[in-house]
Structure formats: C-alpha cells, structure tokens
C-alpha cells in the first residue's frame, strides 16, 4: 500500500486543503496515514494556541530543581568501568602504582637494594581535594585512595545520557513548534476569498486534477495530482481570460502535493480569474509555453 505523502498530510493537519475521495478511502482504510494525520493535527493547534505568545514565560523553580538533582544524582555515579572493577574485586596492582615490574633491580654500582622495592609496601599516592570519588574509595581494598588510570574519563551511566538527551529532545521540539507553526499564522482560521477545481487542459490525462484557493493573507494554495512528468517544471499563472494577459505566480516541485504562493498587492481577481499550470522547459524564455496542464475558474 502507498501512503499519502507527508507533505499532504501537512496541509490537511493545517486545515490548508480538503481530502478528495480517494484521500478519504486511503485514510478510512491506513491506520498508519490516520495516526500521522492525528498526530499533526494536535501539533497544528497546539501551534495555533500560541498565535498571541510573544515571549515565552520563565520555566517554574520546581523544573530546575529537577533537573539539578538529576544532575547531582549522575554525579554520584561511579563509571561503568570503575563499577566492573569493584564487581570483580580489588585490583592486583597496588594502589597508586601504574603498571610495573613485578620485580626491580637496582641500578648497577649502587649499595643495597631499595627496601620498598618488591614488597608491595609503597606508599600509596593521594588524590588532594575533597571530592565524592575519593571519599568513597577511602575504604577500598588498596586501604587508600585508588589513583583514576591515566587518559580514562568518568563516563555517565547509560540511563543518565537517556534522561538528558529526552530533555534536550522535547525542549527543541517546542521551540520548534512555536517557531515554525506561529511563523505559518493561523492557518485553520484562513479566510478564503475566491477558489477552483482544476481539470485537466487539451491533451493532458485525465486523472490529472487539483484545487486552488487564494486566502485573505494574499497567498494562492494549491494542491495538485497526477500532473505528467515533464523534462523541465512546473509554473502556476495567473490570466485575464478576456485580454489574455497573464503573470506568473510561481513553480511547483512536483507532479503531487501542495505549495503556497505569494500572490502580488492589490491583485485584480475578477480580471485575472484563469488559474494554470503549464509545462516548462529550461529555456530561459520567461514566457508561457503554451503547454496548459490544468486549468479553472477562479470564484467567490
């Protein structure tokens, strides 16, 4: 089964478009489109709730409080690797030492042999400040404070790298709701000036359709379908049926979906009232091709 593609469901979300009857029957039988189309319909009013909030209010004391203790409590946590170590019991090297040989002899010509060596008996090296890990392993079997081994950085537990990077996650997808959709204005509340069905023009299949509605905010929805693959693009224009002069309002990105022009200030729509689409090649001729692909009567 092929599912409706992600921008579509975009605009049905932003109540921008309506289901055609095949859409309907899709959804009525795709658990998967239906899920995703419900999904972006609360994000769309959530967006929508947020039309007058200019400035986001401060996060309450009891948030930072919980993210702190969450803090402090990874801070606690001894690494994975120093909490392997004390599973599988003390570790055979004495504290405070790298790795050494088991046996040293003393340099050539010198007296006796240095007491302490081999024994096993040197004095372990401290670790100076007062922090949590240190206090801990005071009661380690070394009897002191095990040194961390050279170039090994504490490490979080797994579940603490989890917790925070939810965090980040959910606060970066509000800032993104706010933004993006507060950007688009209101859209489930557009007001629409004029619309048309677009029908397939001269030589062009059937099954091509699409709609188009100009909105009060002076932008021309459209949604098309089926339109023939072309070796150049797609461009919408708008025509004065009685003098045939037109303007061109934009390119769309493909043969399916919808996109949103700008249309310019003080646009007349009772004279230019033909919505087209044509085919283009890249010629940089800036002119109609000729090539009509849909067109329709602009009303309202």
Same mark, same amino acid.
């Given at each position: 089964?092929?599912?409706?593609?992600?921008?579509?469901?975009?605009?049905?979300?932003?109540?921008?478009?309506?289901?055609?009857?095949?859409?309907?029957?899709? #959804?009525?039988?795709?658990?998967?489109?239906?899920?995703?189309?419900?999904?972006?319909?609360?994000?769309?009013?959530?967006?929508?709730?947020?039309?007058?909030?200019?400035?986001?209010?401060?996060?309450?004391?009891?948030?930072?409080?919980?993210?702190?203790?969450?803090?402090?409590?990874?801070?606690?946590?001894?690494?994975?690797?120093?909490? *392997?170590?004390?599973?599988?019991?003390?570790?055979?090297?004495?504290?405070?030492?790298?790795?050494?040989?088991?046996?040293?002899?003393?340099?050539? &010509?010198?007296?006796?042999?240095?007491?302490?060596? &081999?024994?096993?008996?040197?004095?372990?090296?401290?670790?100076?400040?007062?922090?949590?890990?240190?206090?801990?392993?005071?009661?380690?079997?070394?009897?002191?404070?095990?040194?961390?081994?050279?170039?090994?950085?504490?490490?979080?537990?797994?579940?603490?790298?989890?917790?925070?990077?939810?965090?980040?996650?959910?606060?970066?997808?509000?800032?993104?709701?706010?933004?993006?959709?507060?950007?688009?204005?209101?859209?489930?509340?557009?007001?629409?000036?004029?619309?048309?069905?677009?029908?397939?023009?001269?030589?062009?299949?059937?099954?091509?359709?699409?709609?188009?509605?100009?909105?009060?905010?002076?932008?021309?929805?459209? *949604?098309?379908?089926?339109?023939?693959?072309?070796?150049?693009?797609?461009?919408?224009? #708008?025509?004065?049926?009685?003098?045939?002069?037109?303007?061109?309002?934009?390119?769309?990105? &493909?043969?399916?979906?919808?996109?949103?022009?700008?249309?310019?200030?003080?646009?007349?729509?009772?004279?230019?009232?033909?919505?087209?689409?044509?085919?283009?090649?890249?010629?940089?001729?800036?002119?109609?091709?000729?090539?009509?692909?849909?067109?329709?009567?602009?009303?309202?």
């Amino acid at each position: 089964m092929q599912h409706l593609d992600h921008d579509r469901l975009v605009f049905l979300a932003l109540g921008e478009s309506e289901a055609d009857h095949g859409e309907t029957d899709h #959804l009525g039988g795709c658990v998967t489109c239906r899920h995703e189309l419900e999904s972006l319909r609360q994000v769309a009013g959530l967006g929508a709730g947020t039309q007058g909030l200019h400035t986001l209010p401060d996060p309450p004391a009891h948030l930072w409080a919980g993210i702190m203790a969450e803090l402090d409590a990874v801070a606690q946590v001894p690494s994975l690797a120093e909490a *392997h170590r004390q599973d599988l019991g003390p570790d055979p090297t004495p504290a405070g030492d790298g790795v050494r040989p088991a046996h040293r002899e003393p340099p050539a &010509g010198t007296g006796d042999r240095d007491p302490s060596a &081999g024994t096993g008996d040197r004095k372990p090296s401290t670790i100076s400040g007062d922090r949590p890990e240190s206090r801990r392993r005071s009661s380690s079997p070394g009897g002191g404070h095990a040194a961390r081994p050279a170039g090994r950085s504490r490490r979080w537990p797994r579940w603490a790298t989890t917790v925070v990077s939810a965090t980040a996650a959910a606060a970066i997808a509000v800032f993104g709701t706010v933004l993006v959709l507060g950007d688009r204005g209101a859209a489930p509340q557009q007001d629409v000036l004029a619309s048309a069905p677009l029908a397939a023009y001269g030589s062009t299949p059937k099954d091509a359709r699409g709609d188009a509605r100009v909105f009060a905010d002076g932008r021309l929805h459209l *949604h098309v379908a089926n339109l023939p693959d072309v070796t150049g693009y797609y461009e919408v224009w #708008l025509i004065n049926p009685t003098t045939m002069e037109m303007f061109s309002v934009g390119v769309l990105r &493909g043969s399916s979906g919808d996109a949103l022009l700008p249309l310019p200030p003080n646009v007349d729509l009772q004279a230019y009232s033909v919505v087209d689409v044509s085919a283009e090649q890249y010629d940089n001729q800036p002119a109609h091709s000729g090539d009509s692909l849909l067109r329709g009567t602009l009303t309202g």
